[in-house]
């Protein structure tokens, strides 16, 4: 049995890129903007602070200058939710809206929620036509909202270490249009600690640049008296910033990352690649996760985890989204190539350039493998992942899983079939350059360049994934330092129903006769009173679940082993008398 380490808990949003590829995919550009584009003013002022010193809302206005709005029109939107993250729930009562004329009557709507929970969008519209420079004025809460499976994206809105963090597409109202502005984003700290600086997906301080507002929606907002790495971020191509008080050190898991974005730019033979940062906050619950946004990503971790290294697989993830990024299709479905795609080249990159030992690049690939094989729903067709992706993290986590097995499997065969000369480097290096080129890329694209290097098995081995068919990578597909060995692993198996555990209360139902949930002492109608992240469990056979119940008026802690039945399980192991020198692909 490998002894795996449980690095998994990087779940991100496969919508984000979806959505915003063309955001997202590089960056601002300092000049050669269009001219005359309008303007759209971004103001935060943070403020409202208590007895902690934590700021209790964030006064807001949005701004938009030479455009008019026809009256009737949705003109403001914010998401509603947004990868099962609730926004701000804005109406006529929060948000004062003047333009050139005075006060613009508005009404809101809420579009029908998405079955998917991706995005759907509360929207604001003008009773009248506009006149002028339109200006919105709304205030913000700052409420933390914990996600109902202890993982979910980081992207609410909270308070901590006397400041704020958030995604844009939580709290701010932006232009219901997707048309380009020139985007302002300025901040207004006098209410914070002295010293306090604000920082964005945009930049540090206050920023303008072109693009559009969707790119607001991939943005995270982050202010207050914050950690910065290098300690002079002006003009840095790479910079960190944390909020609060790690346990670990970050200046030195910074560091880290910043090696890692060399390597991996380097990797997609980027030489020129945007200012890039990495916004780092803790979660007072014991969840985790990263989000890749807009030049820049969001790293989550449990506060108390003193154990930075454990992050470096995650944000070597994030970076490598930087070019691997969502293809055409629906969110979820299109995630088997976005996150398939970045496991599988984020362990090999980090392995070739000696920031993984070959033993950390053996528990990475085997923590996929224990995910993917003891899963009961690894047959899953693609197909129906995105309707499941943020009910089950059986669903959701076969992108990740069954993706990268996938690869290892094309790469094998790419190899073998070359005598050595081509790998999925040049797969992934070639889809980067398409989509760089313009190209909107998507599955077919993938299609048409596996069809190239192996012929119709290219096609088939593709089809059978989408199908759900069960992909067993040859021996050697890790290297010659790696072998696969049959196993018999328990599968994973709460005891109760998934819903159990993201209902409001989460009351547990469904409960397994027989299961080790029920020999723990869980009862039926038990009510669990803290989020129960699972992914890690879900790759770690070992790993167990602890749970805070209420049952009767008392409260009491179970703890115990998800798994059931065992299953026939595939892992690698390190082949003996193989330098290590010799095990980078
Ligand atoms: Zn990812």
């Excluded at 333009?99 to 579009?111: R, S």
Aim: hydrophobic share 35%.
């Amino acid at each position: 049995m490998s002894n795996p380490t449980g690095l998994t808990f990087f779940r991100v949003l496969p919508v984000l890129a979806v959505l915003f590829a063309a955001a997202v995919a590089h960056g601002q550009q300092a000049s050669g903007q269009p001219p005359g584009l309008p303007g759209l003013t971004i103001m935060l002022k943070p403020g409202g602070l208590n007895a902690e010193g934590n700021p209790a809302f964030i006064d807001l206005t949005t701004q938009v200058s030479g455009l008019n709005f026809a009256a009737g029109e949705p003109f403001l939107r914010v998401p509603a939710q947004f990868a099962g993250v609730p926004g701000v729930a804005y109406d006529a009562s929060t948000v004062e809206v003047q333009d050139a004329q005075g006060n613009v009557p508005i009404t809101t709507k809420v579009d029908d929620p998405d079955e998917g929970g991706f995005i759907y969008f509360r929207r604001i519209s003008t009773e009248r036509a506009t006149e002028g420079t339109v200006t919105a004025t709304y205030r913000a809460p700052i409420q933390m909202v914990v996600p109902k499976l202890g993982a979910g994206p980081p992207f609410d809105l909270r308070a901590q270490g006397g400041g704020f963090s958030g995604a844009g597409n939580t709290f701010i109202l932006m232009p219901d249009t997707s048309q380009p502005f020139m985007i302002s984003i300025n901040w207004e700290l006098g209410a914070l600690k002295p010293g306090s600086i604000g920082v964005s997906s945009f930049g540090q301080g206050n920023t303008q640049s072109p693009g559009p507002v969707d790119r607001i929606i991939a943005s995270y907002f982050m202010a207050g008296p914050i950690g910065q790495y290098p300690a002079d971020t002006t003009d840095a191509k790479f910079s960190g910033y944390w909020i609060g008080s790690p346990k670990f050190d970050a200046r030195d898991i910074l560091q880290w990352s910043e090696e890692a974005y060399g390597f991996i730019s380097a990797y997609f033979e980027d030489t020129d690649p945007p200012a890039y940062r990495v916004l780092m906050r803790g979660n007072p619950y014991p969840g985790g996760g990263g989000a890749a946004l807009m030049s820049s990503f969001l790293v989550s971790y449990p506060d108390d985890q003193e154990d930075g290294h454990s992050l470096r697989e995650t944000i070597a993830h994030e970076t490598v989204h930087n070019w691997v990024s969502s293809i055409a299709g629906p969110p979820g479905s299109s995630s088997w190539y976005s996150e398939g795609m970045t496991v599988a080249l984020t362990r090999r990159i980090l392995l070739r350039s000696g920031l993984f030992s070959p033993q950390e690049f053996l528990d990475s690939v085997n923590d996929s493998a224990l995910s993917y094989y003891t899963n009961a729903l690894n047959t899953t067709p693609n197909a129906e992942i995105a309707a499941g992706f943020w009910r089950d993290t059986r669903i959701r986590s076969l992108p990740y899983s069954r993706g990268p097995m996938y690869f290892a499997d094309v790469d094998a065969a790419v190899r073998q079939k070359s005598g050595g000369q081509r790998s999925l480097d040049d797969l992934a290096r070639t889809f980067n350059e398409r989509r760089e080129a313009g190209e909107e890329v998507s599955g077919d694209t993938w299609r048409e360049l596996v069809m190239a290097e192996l012929g119709e098995a290219g096609g088939k081995g593709l089809d059978d994934m989408l199908a759900g068919k069960l992909i067993i990578p040859p021996s050697d597909a890790f290297g010659p330092c790696f072998a696969r060995e049959e196993s018999q692993v328990r599968r994973f198996e709460l005891g109760f129903t998934r819903e159990s555990l993201f209902d409001e209360p989460r009351v547990v139902n469904g409960l397994v006769a027989g299961s080790e949930a029920e020999k723990a002492g869980i009862r039926e109608g038990d009510t669990i009173l803290q989020p129960v992240p699972l992914e890690e469990a879900q790759s770690d056979p070992e790993k167990t679940l602890k749970l805070q119940l209420s049952r009767d008026g008392k409260t009491f802690d179970v703890e115990y082993l998800p798994r059931g039945e065992t299953v026939t399980t595939y892992l690698w192991q390190r082949v003996a008398g193989v330098p290590e020198t010799a095990c980078a692909l």
